[in-house]
């Protein structure tokens, strides 16, 4: 824009325009000042263009000259081995006596003696329980007599038999009511002989249900005899060790009631059926001697050693699982980690058992999983470097 000559001109710093101002006249020094703002607010305007420009050609990625590198994947690996291992497993179960019998009144009556109370010793053959057995001696008695009348009247007919003075069925019948009498003879005895009850072994006694004077119903729990010179517990016990173990082997068995100290027990009973629920099978592990101290019903722990057994081991954080399968991931020839199917078997410590799957010698990934695939390059390091 032309300077005219009754305006001073001076140039616009950064636009290279001029800005006229007039001196002496008012309204020609406000339409240069408007014109200055519109100049400066497009001088604005340029400079963010400007920048944005930079601003989106900072942001493209530089390519190098060979194009994208991808990061390299930093795994730990362990190499597959087998050795002769043995499994340590420590079960805890409650002691119990090896021989235990609970006595049942055979016969109803009332308890006429009750000598022994819990915690009193018994000998085998000891009456621990003595019923009335009035009503049943004078039964016993009037059979006895039938028993005996029948015998005098087949005694009788037997010799009129032989001289044909009586008929074949009427001596048959004679003989089948004496065999009538002795059975019942003999029935009323052996209920007579349950009125005593005996102690079936040495024991002491563990529960005593009744007392002297009480009506005793047939088959009541009236009395229980236990065998403390021997004490078993009974363990519940994995499939997979049961193969390992046998009868006589030795367990180390701990009684929290006595402390630290180890007794030794051994396997004495193996039991065929497993549950089909929990895959585990029962043994019996028996302490002998008995330790002073020891009684039913103690919590104890028991140590299994299975026998030594060749066994293809990995660390267990090897081991990988999802809904389909367990697997590892193994590295092939070119350092590409390959997704394996392997079947596992017991826990040892820090490793795990593989039944199927690898073969000794194979490297499996223990570490560096995240954002792992089949396929995908690795590169094997030391665990310091993970």
Request: hydrophobic share 40%.
């Amino acid at each position: 824009m032309p300077c005219s000559g009754n305006f001073p001109c001076t140039q616009l710093p950064h636009t290279g325009m001029y800005n006229a101002k007039k001196q002496s006249h008012p309204g020609g020094k406000a339409k240069m000042t408007t014109a200055a703002a519109r100049y400066t607010s497009l001088w604005i305007f340029l400079c963010l263009l400007a920048a944005a420009a930079c601003l989106g050609g900072c942001g493209q990625p530089e390519e190098s000259a060979g194009g994208n590198r991808d990061t390299e994947h930093l795994v730990e690996i362990v190499q597959v081995i087998s050795d002769n291992l043995s499994v340590v497993r420590t079960r805890t179960g409650s002691l119990s006596a090896r021989r235990e019998v609970r006595i049942h009144a055979q016969e109803e009556g009332r308890i006429t003696a009750l000598p022994f109370s819990e915690g009193d010793a018994v000998k085998a053959g000891d009456v621990v329980v003595q019923l009335d057995d009035t009503l049943l001696r004078v039964q016993t008695e009037r059979a006895a007599a039938t028993r005996k009348q029948a015998a005098e009247d087949v005694k009788r007919l037997k010799d009129l038999r032989g001289s044909k003075l009586i008929s074949e069925n009427e001596y048959t019948r004679a003989v089948t009511a004496l065999e009538v009498a002795e059975a019942d003879e003999r029935l009323l005895q052996t209920r007579l002989g349950y009125t005593t009850i005996r102690a079936p072994f040495d024991g002491v006694v563990t529960a005593r249900l009744s007392d002297t004077g009480n009506i005793l119903e047939r088959h009541q729990h009236v009395l229980t005899i236990a065998d403390p010179s021997s004490l078993v517990t009974e363990l519940p016990v994995s499939e997979l060790i049961l193969p390992g173990l046998a009868l006589g082997d030795v367990a180390q068995v701990r009684i929290d009631a006595l402390g630290d100290r180890v007794f030794e027990g051994h396997i004495v009973r193996i039991y065929p059926n497993l549950d089909p629920l929990t895959r585990r099978g029962t043994i019996e592990v028996e302490i002998d001697p008995v330790p002073e101290g020891a009684a039913p019903g103690q919590l104890c722990r028991v140590e299994l050693n299975t026998h030594a057994a060749r066994r293809q081991v990995i660390p267990y954080a090897a081991l990988r699982r999802d809904a389909s399968s367990e697997y590892v991931f193994v590295l092939d020839a070119e350092s590409r980690a390959q997704r394996v199917d392997v079947e596992s078997g017991l826990r040892l410590a820090d490793k795990v058992e593989i039944r199927q799957g690898l073969q000794d010698g194979q490297q499996v990934v223990t570490r560096g999983f995240l954002g792992l695939s089949p396929g995908k390059a690795v590169k094997p390091v030391k665990h310091s470097a993970l």
